[in-house]
């Protein structure tokens, strides 16, 4: 029997990507239950974190999308840090946090008033996959203390060759803090829970900001066959340039060359661990379930993959460009566009673009890309083919009745407001 997971990466208000995918998928008046019970399991990273407790608190899609797109909730998320020296740091280094952890918990839990009090074996036990048993819940962390990751589990994973996977005793709405408390230049404190020792930081410093293997390792500690396994992972965007050459140093269409140094350094070391693992986690799954061994076209992998790329295309003459008709500059400032996405016309664009890649306008990340001319070489290169092979996996184990409808989706809408909103502007701000 086929075991369907949905693993959602971290990517903070990027994370609205994943909540348009699943409106394109099945409409924006669609209950967050009634998606997740189209999911054995639901493993989750930071963002995408906040994403699954919001389906589990039942709100429609529509209602999530609000949560990203109000700016007084995003601020309220990402309030500021009190912390003068953190303030101080990033004055004179560019480093330094911005925002208050212990704020966040708060804020957290108003946005999740039904569940958030709740332990995730709480949240999810009304919650019925396809096996008719409870949906399993996986949100990773990394323990400040221990330095190493922490999976948050709704339900215990044990077995003789697997040792004793407890399941977690905190609740979702700390499970999500956890997840969600990205360190160096984001939020000043490790997170910390009323009554405990452990402190935790973001689940992208375990390189489980795509948390697909972790999702695997799960699945196989519950004795599924990873070949019998059928993963809906949904990213947050990524942003891949060809190398600059020497004539190319100051286009946006390339990757500058960094000049090492210790705060250069220091800055890429802050910010690689949202960069690679995604990348790199989905070819890895891929292979360890099996690759496209087995299946049926257009099916080409057990692992469906949709996020959007921001990466230049490049015609037959070898000449790049920006995708989808944006401009140039409209490009240069998606790609400064920072994880916390406070500034209204930011998430306008972040919104718009992914209208473009709904549309199969701009290309949607692969399993595995050709590293010099970026093109797809394993996977799905545009949103509306991986929709489709998605669809064939939920009809392939549909089951008529209540909650197990067949999915009408919604319309590919082409909206590019977005991108044109304040675009006079967008050069100050980036």
Known sequence: MTFRVLSLDGGGVWSLIQVKALIALYGENTTG???????????????????LGALAEDLSLKQVLALFQDEETRRNLFSPTSKITDTLLRRLTGLGAKYSAAHKLEAIGELLPNCGGKTLAEAGADIRGP????????????????????????????????????????????????????????????????????????????????????????????????????????????????????????SPLFLRRRHPGLANDLRL???????????????????????????????????????????PVRDAAGVWSPPGG???????????IDMDALEQWQVEMISGYCDLWLAGKVPNQPIRANGDTLAAEVGYGDFPSAQNVWRGVLEAGMESGPGHAPIGGAPVRQIEEGLSVHAAGMAPNA
């Open 33 to 51: 239950h009634r998606v997740l019970r189209d999911f054995d399991l639901v493993a989750a990273n930071s963002g995408g974190s906040l994403v």
């Open 131 to 250: 096996s008719g048993d409870p949906i399993r819940m996986l949100i990773v962390a990394f323990d400040y203390d221990r330095r190493r990751a922490t999976f948050f589990r709704s339900a215990r994973t044990e077995g003789p060759n697997w040792g004793d996977g407890a399941a977690a005793s905190i609740t979702l709405a700390q499970a999500i803090h956890a997840s969600t408390n990205a360190p160096f230049t984001y939020f000043d404190a490790p997170a910390e829970f009323p009554g405990r020792a452990d402190r935790y930081w973001d689940g992208a410093m375990a390189g489980c900001n795509n948390p697909l293997l972790a999702a695997l390792t799960e699945a196989a500690t519950l004795d599924q066959n990873l070949s019998d396994v059928r993963v809906l992972s949904l990213g947050t965007g990524s942003v891949k340039l060809p190398l600059a050459g020497a004539d190319k140093e100051t």
């Open 269 to 311: 070391v802050a910010t690689s661990i949202l960069d690679d693992p995604p990348d790199a986690a989905t070819f890895i799954a891929h292979a360890l379930t099996g690759g496209g061994k087995g299946l049926e076209m257009p099916a080409v992998s057990r692992i469906v993959r949709m996020s959007p790329m921001i990466q």
């Open 326 to 336: 944006v401009t140039l500059k409209q490009f240069e400032a998606l790609t400064r």
